[in-house]
């Protein structure tokens, strides 16, 4: 409710938006470049600031205090709109691009350390239920095409049973079989 996103020089990128989803609910929001939706997910996500109110299945978080980590435990994800600079890191193993944001999951941990077979075993297994080619979880992220990379992405949020799953333009240089795939997992 009311959600108000003011830069760093005081313009406000996003005056008051309010709307509420229910379950099983697609929401899209379609405006020109620079019209605050970007500033909208990203307030939603916990990765900026903002006043206002969001609740998630009645719990209420403070858009003052962006908390990424706690928005996740309500079960919101986040698949961002720039793949290259918030969804993955290029250099990194594809498998380790599948956990950015849960690589405290106690299924990829053994004792203080990282189970690197786990992890890539996770992430062959959504490799195959989203079709990425090449299959090879320890192939770097950038190698990769767009549509396979924004895949890589999608199962990384989307396999872990979302409340709410926030999209910022899923299909952005994405080829046209990736975007077929796409829509129809959404």
Do not use: W
């Not at 005081?10 to 609910?25: H, K, M, N, P, W």
């Not at 620079?34 to 900026?48: F, P, Y």
């Amino acid at each position: 409710r009311d959600l108000t996103v003011t830069d760093g020089m005081g313009v406000t990128r996003l005056d008051r938006a309010s709307f509420q989803i229910r379950a099983g609910e697609i929401l899209g929001i379609a405006a020109v470049s620079g019209n605050g939706q970007s500033e909208l997910l990203e307030a939603l996500a916990g990765m900026r600031s903002a006043t206002g109110s969001i609740s998630v299945d009645g719990v209420a978080i403070d858009p003052s205090r962006p908390d990424a980590t706690a928005l996740r435990a309500l079960r919101l994800f986040h698949v961002p709109e720039d793949r290259h600079r918030c969804g993955l890191v290029l250099p990194f193993e594809a498998a380790e691009s599948g956990i950015l944001g849960h690589h405290g999951d106690p299924r990829f941990r053994r004792g203080f350390l990282m189970d690197h077979d786990a992890i890539t075993r996770d992430e062959q297994a959504k490799m195959e239920a989203y079709d990425v080619r090449p299959p090879f979880p320890s192939l770097r992220s950038s190698k990769f095409s767009g549509g396979n990379q924004q895949k890589i992405v999608l199962a990384r949020e989307m396999e872990r049973d979302p409340a709410v799953l926030l999209i910022g333009q899923p299909t952005r240089r994405v080829d046209i079989g990736a975007i077929e795939f796409i829509y129809k997992r959404i």
